[in-house]
Nanobody, 122 residues
Framework: QVQLVESGGGLVQAGGSLRLSCSAS????????MGWFRQAPGKDREFVAE????????DYADSVKGRFTISRDNAKNTVYLQMNSLKREDTAVYYC???????????????WGQGTQVTVSS
């Protein structure tokens, strides 16, 4: 089993940056693909980014491509989401998730963190 804890959220002005971290427990972290999702009030949870177990492959939603970067450090059991050029529409609760198969659909992920709020002001 994997337990995930996100951190790094907060309030930032449009155009600013934040780095989210997701720390995982368990010795099997390096076997999981990791994803970041977000959910804004009244909206469905949506895919943001994904990274394969060894970091060799990444994928991004079109809305964040070129602005967000996902990375991982398997030695630290941590996955990161660097968010630059933030926009008001990036405001949401951000969740990290672990999956043995990966993908853009939330149903493919087995473990979820509790989420961290990101608020972008104009």
């Amino acid at each position: 089993q994997v337990q995930l804890v996100e951190s790094g959220g907060g309030l930032v002005q449009a155009g600013g940056s934040l780095r989210l971290s997701c720390s995982a427990s368990g010795r099997t972290f390096s076997t999981y693909s990791m994803g970041w999702f977000r959910q804004a009030p009244g909206k469905d949870r949506e895919f943001v980014a994904e990274i394969s177990w060894n970091g060799g492959r990444t994928d991004y939603a079109d809305s964040v491509k070129g602005r967000f970067t996902i990375s991982r450090d398997n030695a630290k059991n941590t996955v990161y989401l660097q968010m630059n050029s933030l926009k008001r529409e990036d405001t949401a609760v951000y969740y990290c998730a672990a999956s043995l198969v990966g993908g853009v659909g939330p149903h493919g992920y087995d473990y979820w963190g509790q989420g961290t709020q990101v608020t972008v002001s104009s």
